[in-house]
């Protein structure tokens, strides 16, 4: 498995954006967004100039993309989390091997700063993983919209 982390800092392609984008829109099944939406956050994450930055890392089993993660930092250190992880998947024929915690693990690796926030479904299989590494339910998230 081969492991490449992108920062704002590395001359992403558009091409290489779409790969991902394409990934994890295929990949997050229920818990997925709109293409537009990845894409969105994908930018996010490796502009820095108009925006905080992030990362984005991506697995790779020659030319197949088993698993990805986004992650955008929020600019409210000291009080809020500092990183929220947004998006990970991994490929669906990779599931059970190990693959999300690797890709957990290689994200704290890598990350600035000392939190990591995650919103999971309550029914999302992941949640247990993401426990087992050390996160834990804070609050309870509440959300008005505008109708």
């Known amino acids: ?3 490449t982390f992108y920062t704002p800092k590395d001359n992403v392609s558009e091409e290489t954006k779409k790969e991902v984008a394409d990934f994890l829109y295929d990949h997050l099944d229920e818990f997925g967004d709109k ?3 990845i894409m969105n956050c994908i930018n996010f994450a490796l502009d820095d100039e108009k925006k905080f930055g992030g990362s984005v890392l991506v ?3 020659g030319d197949t993309v088993t ?3 986004i992650m955008n930092k929020t600019g409210m250190a000291g009080y809020i989390p500092e990183n929220i992880l947004v998006y990970i998947a991994v490929h669906r024929d990779y599931r059970g091997k190990g693959l999300g915690k690797d890709l957990m693990l290689k994200t704290f690796e ?3 700063g000392n939190e990591i ?3 999971v479904e309550p029914e999302n299989p ?3 993983l993401y426990e087992k590494l050390g996160f834990t339910s804070k609050y309870l998230e509440m959300r008005w919209k505008r109708q």
Do not use: W
Request: glycine share 4%; aromatic share 14%; proline share 0%.
């Open 1 to 3: 498995m081969e492991y």
């Open 59 to 61: 697995a790779k089993d």
């Open 67 to 69: 698993g990805a993660v």
């Open 35 to 37: 293409h537009e939406y």
């Open 117 to 119: 926030k995650l919103h």
């Open 126 to 128: 992941a949640r247990f």
């Open 110 to 112: 890598n990350s600035e």
